[in-house]
Nanobody
Framework: QVQLVESGGGWVQPGGSLRLSCAFS????????MGWYRQAPGKQRESVAN??????????EYGDPVKGRFTISRDDAKNTVYLQMNSLKPEDTAVYYC???????????WGQGTQVTVSS
């Protein structure tokens, strides 16, 4: 069984930064693709960033709205994935969810989410 717990959300002014963390509880963390999604009020959940396994290393994919501003990273020793969010905009306001997906058997888990609010 896998559990994901997000932290680090809060309020920030436009142009500010936040760092989200997702703690992975369970086994075989390295077999999962870890990612961040977000959902704003009245909108569909969208992909923000995913850290996927390549041949030689992990590589990141980002949704168009956050490219150049957000950075995803993971620490396998700590079973933790991070989302560094810089140059935040009001449209980044949403509940951010951590996601774990294992391609081999398509197992998927979600965290409960952490609120990020960007406003003056």
């Amino acid at each position: 069984q896998v559990q994901l717990v997000e932290s680090g959300g809060g309020w920030v002014q436009p142009g500010g930064s936040l760092r989200l963390s997702c703690a992975f509880s369970g086994s075989l963390f390295s077999t999962y693709t870890m990612g961040w999604y977000r959902q704003a009020p009245g909108k569909q959940r969208e992909s923000v960033a995913n850290m996927k396994r390549g041949v030689y290393s992990y590589y990141a994919e980002y949704g168009d709205p956050v490219k150049g501003r957000f950075t995803i990273s993971r620490d396998d020793a700590k079973n933790t994935v991070y989302l560094q969010m810089n140059s935040l905009k009001p449209e980044d306001t949403a509940v951010y969810y951590c996601n774990a997906f294992r391609p081999s058997d398509r197992r998927q888990f979600w965290g409960q989410g952490t609120q990020v609010t960007v406003s003056s």
